[in-house]
């Protein structure tokens, strides 16, 4: 069969997937609203197809539209990239209904894992380690809810089952807030995800953010690439990310990796995912799971030499993964920080036109970016405009190599964060490694710009 895929998504993530189709030979279709319409990488497709107005709703997140727009251009596979439609399991499942192949994991693993409270019972029938937490949906009476909080310790976090992109989550400190927190939250996630069921974990309060990348083909055959580390953030955002987790044993990541693959046969996963931990005195506790592709996969191509996307495309294809466990090498350590226009003190979105345009370049270098000079970022959109990966054969080469590109990469027009990354990679905290989820937002309140 000759395939044809379709991108159901923009900027760099387009980018990226329209280079991993060139290496297969398989000519693509990329969807752009009308606002993209002059992006360069609607120009480098095989064809394009605008697919409505800039506002992502009525455009990047129409379900109908994008699997008319497919079918309409003649596509057989849709790769989703990540946000907007990417864990949507009815964009999924409407994609299959109609002759289609989605780049990606069945609707129904896409369901199972955005319920967070089945999730969490997945794991644990899997054998995945969980944080300490209520056994399922927290009950409506509220003496019932006090118990298991008891149970479980405080601070606890109670957190809505379809939640997502940070919010929906309240810390709870002591038993007199609880009640009210809960029904706080509970009214919260009726509203935002139309969902109030909620449930609770201990809240860990020095953690690490750590995740798993894994590939499973549709025969039984299922990989993990190790891991990453993700602490650097603001306000749930990813700033900075890495591979492999500094300080983390690899016994330990091989162990749980092993019952994430566990879990992915029990519920039939296919293509790539990530599991997400918090890390915290040694130990991994699982708090969700991404079915599709991660904004920082480039971390782990570099230190493993395995294309990322081409193996999502090849495994919807139906082919064979190819490796196995002992195939998986691990080479030196890479870094990625994530360029975006944004004011460089503010750190608020910066949209605008780019005047000048300086990519850095050297051994171990990558630069993922639909932007150069002449680019108009469209105010629409979320503000990541460039990923700037470093790999090494060790983590202080790796972030030498990032210093170096970061310094000599110039953006002109809008404000940008590359100042506040040129200056992480100078803080003697991220170059020990191991900094928390914390670290970054207490360091900018110190200087009242959290
Ligand atoms: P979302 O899908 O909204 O990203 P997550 O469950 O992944 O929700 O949690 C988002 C973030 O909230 C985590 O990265 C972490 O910073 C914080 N968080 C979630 N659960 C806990 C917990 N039990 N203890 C401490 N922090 C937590």
Known sequence: MTHRLFIANRG???????????????????????????????????????????????????VAGLVYAALATGATLVHPGYGFLSENADFAAQVVAHGLVFVGPPASAIAAMGNKVRARQEMIAAGVPCIPGSPGPLPPDPAAVAQIADAIGYPVIVKAAGGGGGRGMRVV???AALADAVALTREEARTAFGNP?????????????????ILCDAHGNAVHLGARDCSMQRRHQKVIEEAPAPGVPAALIDRVAESCLTACRRMGYVGAG?????YEDGGLYFIEMNTRLQV??????????????AAQIRIAMGQPLGLSQADVRFDGAAVEC????????????????????QAPQGPGLRVETHVGAGYTISPHYDSLIAKLIAHGPDRATAIARMQAALDDMAIDGPGTNLPLHRRLMRDAAFRQGGTGIAYLETLLATEGRA
């Open 12 to 62: 760099e993530v387009a980018v990226r997937i329209q280079r991993a189709c060139r290496d297969l030979g398989i000519p693509v279709v990329q969807a752009h609203s009308q606002a993209d319409r002059d992006a360069p990488y609607v120009h480098t497709a095989d064809q394009a197809i605008c697919i409505g107005p800039a506002r992502a709703r009525d455009s990047y997140l129409d």
């Open 173 to 175: 400190a002591d038993p």
């Open 197 to 213: 069921e909620l449930y609770m974990e201990r809240f860990l309060t020095t953690p690490r953010h750590v995740e798993i990348q």
């Open 274 to 278: 990530t599991f997400e931990f918090l």
């Open 296 to 309: 920082e996969h480039p971390v782990t191509e570099m230190i493993t030499g395995i294309d990322i996307v």
């Open 338 to 357: 994530r360029i975006n226009a944004e004011h460089p003190d503010t750190l608020l979105p910066a949209p605008g036109r780019i005047t000048g345009w």
